[in-house]
């Protein structure tokens, strides 16, 4: 259970990586909500940035004017089913801004985020983009991949490692923007002091394997900034072939709010 008193440590960077000219990842947070927002963009021209930008931007403000002091206290707020709405407003967003921008037209995004309220967190997602948990020493994936490749995975048709060297693992089944409705999957856990929570993009996973993730974890554990800039650096090091954001969350007694963009 999370001490009373304790705040987050977030960390985040994104970088463009090895191969392409411009960069549709996007990260953002409001700590004083305990919200943390990663999506991947993706469509034509630079529609893609569009998209991850305006689907974080969404869902921020959605919940900033939702999660007030007053509903909170009151207990007649589900939020987990408010986070689930704001994306799906943000759904709408992107939807409606495509129709109305001709350069925009095909255009989405993935979503990851982590809402930390109490001794609990709230995860959401859609797409392929991750969310993992780092706890006595253990890596855990808790987001399911929303992609083509999770679907031959779950049914026995290839085998891990197979995903990992299909030339299909970035054809996503699930995205903001690309239906009138969208399916959200949210999960509420308890969170420990002494866990870590990784958000991240497939320019991170579609390189790193999970136990190379879980080393350098454990390695800069107690310098979550520079854990956060070693991924990416490794993510380079292998092709660096998509857009690679990483965010570190932390719970811990002293708040730190440090972002990068490289």
């Excluded at 919940?63 to 709408?92: G, K, T, W």
């Excluded at 310098?223 to 993510?235: H, R």
């Excluded at 090091?237 to 857009?243: F, L, R, T, V, Y």
Aim: charge should be negative; hydrophobic fraction near 40%; include cysteine.
């Amino acid at each position: 259970m999370i001490r009373e008193g304790s705040k987050l440590g977030i960390y985040g960077f994104t970088d463009v990586g090895q191969v392409r000219t411009h960069n549709e990842d996007y990260i953002a947070w409001e700590p004083q909500l305990g919200l943390i927002l990663l999506a991947d963009g993706m469509g034509g021209h630079n529609a893609g940035e569009v998209a991850s930008e305006l689907a974080v931007n969404c869902i921020r403000e959605a919940l900033i004017d939702v999660l007030q002091p007053d509903l909170l206290a009151s207990n007649v707020l589900n939020i987990a089913d408010a986070l689930r709405e704001a994306i799906v407003y943000a759904n709408s967003e992107i939807i409606r801004t495509a129709s109305e921008r001709i350069e925009c037209a095909g255009m989405g995004t993935t979503i990851v985020s982590t809402l930390f309220y109490g001794d609990k967190v709230i995860t959401a997602n859609v797409g392929d983009s991750r969310i993992y948990r780092l706890r006595d020493r253990e890596l855990q994936q808790i987001t399911t991949d929303h992609s083509l490749i999770q679907e031959m995975l779950d049914s026995g048709y290839i085998s891990q490692q197979e995903a990992q060297m299909s030339a299909s693992r970035n054809l996503i089944t699930r995205a903001l923007g690309i239906a009138d409705t969208v399916e959200v999957d949210v999960s509420e856990d308890i969170a420990d002091n002494d866990d870590l929570y990784l958000l991240c993009s497939d320019g991170l996973t579609d390189l790193v394997v999970d136990e190379e993730i879980q080393h350098l974890l454990l390695m800069y554990e107690e310098d979550p900034v520079t854990a956060c800039k070693e991924l990416i650096a490794f993510a380079n090091e292998k092709g660096g072939k998509d857009n690679i954001s990483v965010i570190i969350v932390k719970i811990q007694e002293a708040y730190s709010d440090n972002v990068g963009i490289e």
